[in-house]
């Protein structure tokens, strides 16, 4: 995350005056960081679009609320980590309803697949799909932090701002967030400790 400048400060300003030309500026700024953090939050590169696309959408109609002289990355982050964990909720909620064949029976529906297969992410050898199956395993809050860390290579005063949170509070997650990981890289067939 690159830290605050003049050139983003001026079109906040003339974005919260109607100015869509300038917000431009902003999602240029950060087009590239938000879908990264979106895919590594979901998993998947068609959601991972349309979720951070959806997140300059909203940004832009609320953009009067964002303080002034405010960075735009902190209080962007949360529009988008919102919109990813809502996504994600939605998804699980489809996969527990089910379905009655003619006889009756309930039938499942089957799993619309794991948003963090290898398939669905992209073809990576076989270290990286194992990571990548660990990491869809995290709590949301474990997921971000490994994301904004080790996806962005934000440092802890930035994803603290992120987060709302202290820095010792991010150092702590991490931590914690990183030895979940690695139990589960550890775990044979990828066992759920969340």
Same mark, same amino acid.
């Given at each position: 995350?690159?830290?605050?400048?003049?050139?983003?400060?001026?079109?906040?300003?003339?974005?919260?005056?109607?100015?869509?030309?300038?917000?431009?500026?902003?999602?240029?700024?950060?087009?590239?960081?938000?879908?990264?953090?979106?895919?590594?939050?979901?998993?998947?590169?068609d #959601? /991972?679009?349309?979720?951070?696309? +959806?997140?300059?959408?909203r940004?832009? !109609?609320?953009i009067? &609320? @964002?303080?002034?002289?405010?960075?735009?990355?902190?209080?962007?982050?949360?529009?988008?980590?919102?919109?990813?964990?809502?996504?994600?909720k939605?998804?699980?909620?489809?996969?527990?309803?089910?379905?009655?064949?003619a006889?009756?029976?309930?039938?499942?529906?089957?799993?619309?697949?794991?948003?963090?297969?290898? #398939? /669905?992410?992209?073809?990576?050898? +076989?270290?990286?799909?194992?990571?990548? !199956?660990?990491?869809? &395993? @995290?709590?949301?809050?474990?997921?971000?932090v490994?994301?904004?860390?080790?996806?962005?290579?934000?440092?802890?005063?930035q994803?603290?701002?992120?987060?709302?949170?202290?820095?010792?509070?991010?150092m702590?997650?991490?931590?914690?967030a990183?030895?979940?990981?690695?139990?589960?890289?550890e775990?044979?067939n990828?066992?759920?400790?969340?």
């Open positions: 995350m690159q830290g605050i400048c003049q050139e983003e400060l001026a079109a906040i300003e003339r974005c919260q005056k109607g100015s869509p030309k300038a917000f431009e500026v902003i999602v240029n700024r950060y087009t590239k960081q938000s879908y990264s953090i979106a895919l590594g939050l979901v998993g998947n590169h #959601d /991972a679009l349309d979720l951070s696309q +959806e997140a300059f959408v940004a832009f !109609k609320n009067s &609320k @964002l303080k002034e002289r405010s960075r735009f990355f902190p209080w962007f982050y949360q529009i988008l980590k919102n919109l990813c964990f809502t996504h994600l939605r998804k699980r909620i489809r996969q527990t309803i089910s379905l009655h064949n006889d009756g029976k309930e039938i499942p529906l089957p799993a619309e697949g794991d948003w963090f297969s290898p #398939d /669905a992410v992209m073809e990576r050898d +076989e270290t990286k799909d194992k990571v990548w !199956k660990a990491i869809g &395993k @995290l709590s949301d809050k474990h997921r971000e490994i994301v904004l860390r080790h996806f962005e290579n934000l440092p802890y005063d994803i603290a701002a992120a987060l709302h949170c202290s820095k010792g509070s991010v702590s997650r991490l931590y914690h990183r030895k979940k990981l690695k139990k589960h890289l775990t044979p990828g066992g759920h400790l969340s």
